[in-house]
């Protein structure tokens, strides 16, 4: 009982103040907005005007608490930035109303002016509730909690409190050279304090396809077979698959869990947040294989709700938002005034797509990370794209990805400091996907594109102004999907019938792809040379070129590099050959890629300069990723101490951590060890009916995400 008492006290106190602080908000605003007026044309004692304000405050506080989460769960289907953006109009509205419901109707204020004071006291108000509950554990939690839209729940299947949680924050392409650089040099103060302390770096080395589809898709589901790149032309569908659209992500995922026979890593009390693919969690938010599906509870968008349903969150991420892409139109500008060289148009819509990706979906995957912890969830997988976003731009090593790095350590930080008020404790383990390669464009070096430089090998006519390709950055689709653009008309489906017999060309970072899609399978080399004779002397021999892969009637596949090269596959090198400098594991990553059965007919990765570390992407990106060369090719794992290492120490010869699918298995492993049942579902229940609580938002209802046209 006293207890109790104490705490409704605490709470009432709280209460009590923010309604002050709001109060005086207003009453201050009202001083400096002409047209907010809290007393009548013939004046008011300043008593009676303090009265007005607190009563209008009080009314705006209730009508927010109220309304708001019923305004935003009506507005559901509206695009999650418009729901962003339309918090401020609803705000104001909301002001407008408490000003002509109160006693006396002693206020008014002009429509526009209503919008910036709602603004402002929401700001205030949620600033002083965190900061008046920083010092009490409870109201703290709650007001985290809260955040996500959550009710604290005990950990599952009656586990004890001890038994640990585990949550994976995946970096998106942050190279392991990156993150040591910014331990070093204090730019990531919190991941510095961990590293040789509660953590351990491990290196881990990718496929040759080093990007966000093929390494999520390996690391959640265990299989990223037949992955050769982020996107390529099926011959036997006549489809193009892009990794960060829905109806290929769905298909992907699919694939995958047919092929082990898994629903994924998170499979038991599992949740998934702003990943391309489920893993097979229960709780879904902003993951892109479910984004297509039309069922209310399932969208991927209705993890926007948890977030916006706080007019507060609502007001300071439109602000964040603006914020951002106001920083990127002055940033941009310096750069170009500067002359800073390599350099990509950064006009466009691109200000827009960095501000979603480094506010916005941060934001929200944040808040749904804090809320499965407060749920008590077994294992979460989430993913925070803006360093990726802006290191595509404005290079992994520059001024602007240093600065995104910060603030992603500080959302570390408030993950960490939430998971000390969790109802079990969590192991908290960093990573990786891939990592970025600097340099110029294949085009800004050598005056053409790859398209191009194919097209003229085969004798066909080369455009006099090239169409430029947009980069295949996830925040850019993930951005589509969250206000309900369709994909663009040249992706997702087959080549145009009027020019069937062009070859199609694709760009995948540094790594490009050639199909002839009138050959329903793979071409040969002899093949290719008997219609096209200039065209494979023509890449191979090409300055900007490293080598490509190509299959071969009588001596089965082949490496073709400059000045006639030519090795098969199963002779290659690391140390020799066209393959010489691309690093350790390069011949293997080669041999798996032309094992796929939906290998392009030619893989074209572009050269890779060992002294700089550079190489050329066939897109429009100074940091890129996708194919051999550089850093793209060399994430990393943090991981606590707790938990065994993902190989052994001392490593002997062979044993460094390469491909998705070992990561998935290190991943999986840890999730068996400590006390409670935390290992995911065996693979032949798969089938089983998932583990779920009525009460709780995103439920998946089949392990297997159909394809988008079913």
Request: aromatic residues 6%; contains cysteine; hydrophobic residues 40%.
């Amino acid at each position: 009982m006293r207890r109790a008492l104490k705490t409704a006290g605490a709470t009432l106190l709280r209460v009590t103040l923010v309604w002050a602080a709001s109060s005086l908000t207003l009453l201050a605003l009202a001083g400096i907005l002409p047209d907010v007026q809290l007393q009548s044309e013939d004046g008011e004692s300043i008593t009676r005007t303090a009265v007005t304000a607190a009563w209008a405050a009080g009314a705006f506080g209730l009508l927010g608490a109220l309304v708001w989460p019923l305004l935003v769960r009506a507005l559901l289907l509206v695009p999650a930035l418009v729901l962003g953006l339309l918090g401020f109009a609803i705000n104001g509205s909301l002001l407008l109303v408490a000003l002509w419901v109160i006693p006396e109707r002693g206020g008014e204020a002009d429509p526009r002016d209503a919008v910036v004071v709602a603004a402002v006291m929401s700001a205030v108000a949620s600033a002083t509730s965190t900061a008046l509950a920083v010092r009490d554990d409870a109201a703290y939690r709650r007001r985290l909690h809260r955040l996500a839209g959550r009710r604290r729940t005990a950990p599952p299947d009656g586990a004890p409190d001890a038994a640990p949680g585990t949550l994976f924050l995946q970096l998106d392409g942050v190279g392991c050279q990156v993150l040591r650089d910014a331990v070093a040099d204090g730019t990531m103060p919190t991941v510095a304090s961990w590293l040789g302390t509660t953590h351990r770096l491990t290196p881990w080395r990718t496929d040759w396809s080093s990007q966000t589809g093929a390494s999520q898709l390996g690391i959640l589901h265990g299989s990223n077979h037949d992955v050769p790149a982020f996107r390529w032309y099926e011959k036997d569908t006549g489809r193009t698959m892009v990794s960060n659209r829905p109806g290929s992500a769905a298909e992907l995922q699919r694939r995958a869990i047919e092929r082990t026979g898994d629903g994924g890593l998170l499979t038991l009390d599992g949740a998934s947040r702003g990943n391309l693919f489920s893993g097979g969690a229960d709780q879904l938010a902003l993951v892109l294989s479910v984004s297509a599906r039309r069922g209310r509870r399932n969208r991927s968008r209705a993890g926007y709700f948890a977030y916006f349903r706080d007019p507060a969150n609502a007001v300071r991420t439109a602000l964040s938002f603006a914020a951002e892409a106001f920083r990127e139109i002055g940033q941009s500008t310096r750069a170009r005034l500067r002359g800073d060289h390599p350099r990509v148009r950064r006009g466009g819509l691109y200000p827009l797509i960095r501000a979603f990706a480094t506010t916005v979906e941060r934001d929200v995957v944040v808040a749904a990370v804090i809320g499965d912890m407060f749920s008590g969830r077994t294992a979460i997988y989430a993913d925070l794209v803006a360093y990726d976003e802006v290191a595509h731009h404005s290079g992994p090593r520059s001024r602007d990805a240093a600065a995104v790095l910060r603030r992603l350590d500080r959302s570390i930080s408030l993950i960490a400091e939430v998971a000390a008020h969790a109802p079990r404790p969590y192991r908290i383990v960093l990573l990786s996907d891939h990592g970025q390669s600097p340099g110029e464009t294949f085009e800004s070096a050598y005056g053409l594109s790859l398209r191009d430089l194919v097209r003229s090998g085969c004798g066909l006519p080369v455009p006099r102004h090239a169409q430029r390709r947009t980069g295949g950055a996830e925040a850019r689709d993930t951005l589509r999907s969250a206000v309900h653009l369709p994909p663009p008309e040249d992706e997702e489906a087959g080549p145009p019938p009027e020019h069937g017999t062009d070859p199609i060309v694709l760009a995948s970072g540094n790594l490009g792809l050639v199909s002839f899609p009138d050959i329903p399978y793979r071409a040969s080399r002899e093949e290719i040379d008997r219609r096209h004779p200039a065209l494979l002397r023509t890449l191979a021999d090409h300055p900007g070129i490293g080598f490509l892969l190509v299959r071969s009637e009588r001596h089965g596949s082949l490496v073709l590099g400059p000045d006639g090269a030519e090795v098969p596959v199963d002779d290659l090198a690391d140390d020799q050959g066209p393959l010489a400098g691309f690093g350790p594991g390069a011949a293997d990553a080669v041999r798996r890629t032309d094992s796929f059965p939906h290998t392009a007919d030619l893989m074209v990765n572009s050269r890779y300069h060992p002294s700089t570390g550079t190489v050329h992407a066939f897109e429009e990106q100074i940091g890129s990723h996708g194919g051999l060369g550089g850093e793209q090719s060399h994430a990393f794992l943090l991981w606590p101490v707790t938990l065994t290492p993902p190989v052994p120490d001392p490593q002997p010869a062979g044993s460094a951590l390469v491909g998705a699918e070992q990561v998935h298995q290190v991943l999986r492993r840890w999730l068996t060890e400590g006390p409670g049942p935390q290992i995911p579902v065996d693979r032949t229940a798969q089938n089983s009916p998932p583990h779920t609580r009525p009460s709780e938002a995103f439920p998946v209802t089949s392990r297997v995400t159909p394809h988008k046209n079913d």
